[in-house]
């Protein structure tokens, strides 16, 4: 079963940092681009980062650039999001997906979410 | 950037209606459009790629159409699972991936 778990999500004050990490498991890691998307409470769906198969090609929303860090561990099936310099505004649900790209992309499947609260 | 509109924002229809969502770009995606349904503290779940084909395992009853600007979603029987918000995705010019505001569907 193809799957994704993310942790490392809670309550950091603004300012603060911390990363989330998202394991893999049922599918070839190493295979596919990797994406983070959040969602803030309440609101719609915003994609944050992506990052190749090899880490070749990473890409930033204009919100988080600067500030934010996505990596991956292929040997270890895991995706990364180093947060940074954290503000209210970033509090949000984040998941992990999975990106296919055939004719467009598309994310499938998605994690079941980590919640990150930035208060003070 | 590419602007994704999705009307109604909210909808309210009983079981066994015909629903129609619809979203529209800001240009032309040819048909780089997908949709997802979201259930209340549920990850997205992936129901349509490529603006009309059925991801597996999705039930028949949901359907998608368009190109270009313009794209919908039908339900042609709704179910009580089917109750959820619906959101849809373009990949035609990226990044970033930018989807709809969503469209909450709820039980009249």
């Known amino acids: 079963e193809v799957q994704l778990v993310e942790s490392g999500g809670g309550l950091v004050k603004p300012g603060g940092s911390l990363r989330l990490s998202c394991a893999a498991s049922?599918?070839?890691?190493?295979?596919?681009?990797m994406n983070w998307v959040r969602q803030a409470p309440g609101k719609g769906l915003e994609w944050v980062s992506s990052i190749s198969s090899s880490s070749s090609y990473i890409y930033y929303a204009d919100s988080v650039k600067g500030r934010f860090t996505i990596s991956r561990d292929n040997a270890k099936n895991s995706l990364y999001l180093q947060m940074n310099s954290l503000r209210a505004e970033d509090t949000a649900v984040y998941y992990c997906a999975r990106m296919i790209s055939r004719r467009g992309n598309w994310f499938d499947p998605w994690g079941q979410g980590t919640l990150v609260t930035v208060s003070s | 950037d590419i602007q994704m509109t999705q009307s109604p924002s909210s909808l309210s229809a009983s079981v066994g209606d015909r629903v129609t969502i619809t979203c529209r770009a800001s240009q032309s995606i040819s048909s780089y459009l997908n949709w997802y349904q979201q259930k209340p503290g549920k990850a997205p779940k992936l129901l349509i790629y490529a603006a009309s084909s059925l991801q597996s395992g999705v039930p028949s009853r949901f359907s998608g159409s368009g190109s270009g600007t313009d794209f919908t979603l039908t339900i042609s029987s709704l179910q009580p699972e089917d109750f959820a918000t619906y959101y849809c995705?373009?990949?035609?010019?990226?990044?970033?991936?930018?989807f709809g505001q969503g469209t909450r569907l709820e039980i009249k």
């Open positions: 049922g599918f070839t890691f190493s295979s596919y681009s």
């Open positions: 995705q373009q990949s035609y010019s990226t990044p970033p991936e930018t």
